[in-house]
Nanobody
Framework: QVQLVESGGGLVQAGGSLRLSCVAS????????MGWFRQFPGKERVIVAG????????YYADSVKGRFTISRDNAKNTVYLQMNILKPEDTAVYYC?????????????????????WGQGTQVTVSS
């Protein structure tokens, strides 16, 4: 079955960096648009960044533009989220997921309801 495993979270001081990884198995990874989401306590998951299967299109939430970078290595079935200049408000559980509906080379959905095969999440905590 499809499995996504996130790693790379942890505790970091404000201004620091982390790189999250998400390794996929049980699917043809190169055919899937991938998204990174985060969830604050008591809130819905919201997209942070996404990348189409082609790598042609990326998306970033306004709150992370210029600080976060999403990338993928299809040979390693892995999608990454490089997070720089971290802020306390970035503290959340981060999840990766696959696009379940479109998987277009150029269109990237941003609603969490368009994604599935959620990983278990990785906690990111940024101290001030």
């Amino acid at each position: 079955q499809v499995q996504l495993v996130e790693s790379g979270g942890g505790l970091v001081q404000a201004g620091g960096s982390l790189r999250l990884s998400c390794v996929a198995s049980g699917l043809t990874f190169s055919r899937y648009t991938m998204g990174w989401f985060r969830q604050f306590p008591g809130k819905e998951r919201v997209i942070v960044a996404g990348i189409t299967w082609s790598g042609r299109t990326t998306y970033y939430a306004d709150s992370v533009k210029g600080r976060f970078t999403i990338s993928r290595d299809n040979a390693k079935n892995t999608v990454y989220l490089q997070m720089n200049i971290l802020k306390p408000e970035d503290t959340a559980v981060y999840y990766c997921a696959t696009d379940l509906r479109y998987n277009s080379p150029s269109f990237l959905p941003t609603r969490h309801s368009d994604y599935g095969n959620w990983g278990q999440g990785t906690q990111v905590t940024v101290s001030s």
